[in-house]
């Protein structure tokens, strides 16, 4: 493996497994509580995702009829993938406000909740298997042959900006929740349904990061803006 890989992979592995853990360090070190909060974000994705939705959906795609109905049809396949990504998201979020994390809520702890949700998905679908395709490369199996230092880097830039996402949906959630208005849960269903769905369907590189950091800077302004909103309410 050459060395731009070795960079690569590393550089991969910080975004998805240490920054994460260096911002929720610096949030520790501003609210002592906001590890409780990091800790029922990366229980609650490990939960809705790792437990129940992922599962559920492998056990669809061995079903003849959901082959034949559901997954040979490329658009029907992705609203579902949308829609259930952003139904099991939002509601584990929504559940772990409502009835888990209660007492004083600043906007530190919703970010704090946004980082360990976001850096669980971050670590399990990149961070992990780039540390284990590592391991095995100083085991004397080469595993990224055919995976060019590029892709590597993206899929950790890609994994950061979604964990900005994690962040904003969290908070307009906890606001949701906080402030009994309903409505903010389901715009943020349906901010994830569009962010999710256009990506699924449409494979233009271009076009998908194009889209996905518009999303992130209109979601990156939110977060500030909720700094106020959340002083007003709470």
């Known amino acids: ?102 007492g004083n809520i600043t906007w530190f702890k919703g970010i704090a909740f946004g980082i360990g949700h976001g850096a669980m998905e971050a670590f399990y679908f990149v961070g992990l298997p780039y540390i284990k395709i590592y391991y095995e490369f100083f085991n004397g199996n080469n595993l990224l042959s055919n995976i060019s230092a590029e892709n590597i880097i993206l899929a950790g830039t890609e994994r950061t900006l979604a964990i900005i996402i994690h962040i904003a949906l969290s908070l307009i959630v906890l606001y949701s929740v906080k402030k009994k208005e309903y409505k903010y849960l389901l715009y943020a269903f349906i901010i994830h349904t569009l962010i999710n769905l256009p990506i699924i369907i449409i494979k233009n590189k271009i076009f998908i990061w194009s889209y996905l950091i518009i999303w992130t800077l209109m979601l990156l302004n939110i977060i500030f803006k909720y700094k106020k909103k959340m002083k007003e309410v709470f």
Request: net charge positive; proline share 3%; charged share 15%.
């Open 1 to 102: 493996m050459d060395l731009i890989k070795h960079i690569s992979i590393i550089i991969t592995i910080i975004l998805t497994a240490i920054l994460p853990i260096i911002f929720l360090m610096f949030l520790f070190k501003k609210e002592k509580k906001t590890i409780i909060w990091a800790i029922i974000g990366i229980l609650t994705f490990f939960i809705v995702q790792i437990s129940i939705r992922i599962p559920i959906l492998n056990y669809l795609t061995l079903r003849p009829w959901f082959i034949v109905n559901i997954s040979s049809k490329t658009y029907i396949y992705a609203i579902i993938l949308a829609l259930s990504a952003a139904l099991f998201e939002e509601g584990g979020r929504f559940l772990s406000f409502k009835f888990i994390l209660r």
